[in-house]
């Protein structure tokens, strides 16, 4: 497992992520795309402490960013969106796995000045656009698999995504 840092202070350009991401992710982002692949694949226990140590984003993901948009498939670990003043996160929810808004809720930092919204009709065409090419990367490596299952999310997507934004100043 490879685990790296994406996106800090990206002012454009398209970042596909198909693991997990170290911490700070995307802190700074300006102007970018990213889509972060890794799933969740079991349930979600937050009473097990650490969120960090079990989530895909390993904390602090998308701190002080500014503007871009990214596609979050899995966990994004804890202390989320702290001074965030723009741009838009598209999380995916798991409720059969007990990753609900509620979960996104315990990850925002205590700084977090976000709302947690129901998917736009402009929200549900970035996910489309992002997530297709995601699909496309993952066929072109023999992922079939893989892109079958992000495919299945995409099918679901007006019911299993919600948007972060940061909260009208």
Known sequence: MKICIVGLGAIGGLF????????????????????FGARIRGPVDDRQGNIASRAQLKGFAFEYMT???????GDPGPWLCAGMTGGVIYQCLYPEFG????AVLRRLAGSAR???????????????RLLEQYI??????QQGDEAAAVAALLLEADRRFVMLTPEPV
Request: glycine fraction near 8%; hydrophobic fraction near 45%; charged fraction near 25%.
């Open 16 to 35: 596909v992520v198909q693991n997990m991401a170290d911490s700070r992710a995307c802190i700074r982002m300006s102007g970018a795309e990213v889509v």
């Open 67 to 73: 503007g871009g948009k990214a596609v979050v498939l």
């Open 99 to 102: 990753f609900d808004r509620a």
């Open 114 to 128: 976000v709302r947690i919204k129901s998917l736009s009709k402009k929200g549900l065409a970035d996910i489309s």
């Open 136 to 141: 496309a990367e993952l066929d072109n490596s």
